[in-house]
Nanobody, 125 residues
Framework: QVQLVESGGGLVQAGDSLRLSCAAS????????MGWFRQAPGKERAFVAT????????YYADSVKGRFTISRDNAKNTVYLQMNSLKPEDTAVYYC??????????????????WGQGTQVTVSS
């Protein structure tokens, strides 16, 4: 059974940084693409970034490009989202997700098979 557990959320001020972690277990993830999504109150879940577990290729939403960095640590089976220069509009619950395959440009929640429980990120102005 695949399990994804996010951590690292919190309350920060605009301009600060946070690093989210997603600990993955239950599979060998070498053939998976991992994604981060976020959902603000009253809004749909939105794509943030993806990383191909094998090789580490990445893809970002325009809204976070240049500020956020997605990465993975094979030894720890963990995916990270480093978030810099945070803005109040980044406030949301952040979710880690996993899907089988190598296609990196999976930006719709329906394309993912497994989800974590989410971690709250709040950015005050």
């Amino acid at each position: 059974q695949v399990q994804l557990v996010e951590s690292g959320g919190g309350l920060v001020q605009a301009g600060d940084s946070l690093r989210l972690s997603c600990a993955a277990s239950g599979r060998t993830f070498s053939s998976y693409v991992m994604g981060w999504f976020r959902q603000a109150p009253g809004k749909e879940r939105a794509f943030v970034a993806t990383v191909r577990w094998s090789g580490g290729s990445t893809y970002y939403a325009d809204s976070v490009k240049g500020r956020f960095t997605i990465s993975r640590d094979n030894a720890k089976n963990t995916v990270y989202l480093q978030m810099n220069s945070l803005k109040p509009e980044d406030t949301a619950v952040y979710y880690c997700a996993a899907t089988v395959g190598r296609h990196l440009y999976k930006t719709f929640p329906s394309e993912y098979n497994y989800w974590g429980q989410g971690t709250q990120v709040t950015v005050s102005s």
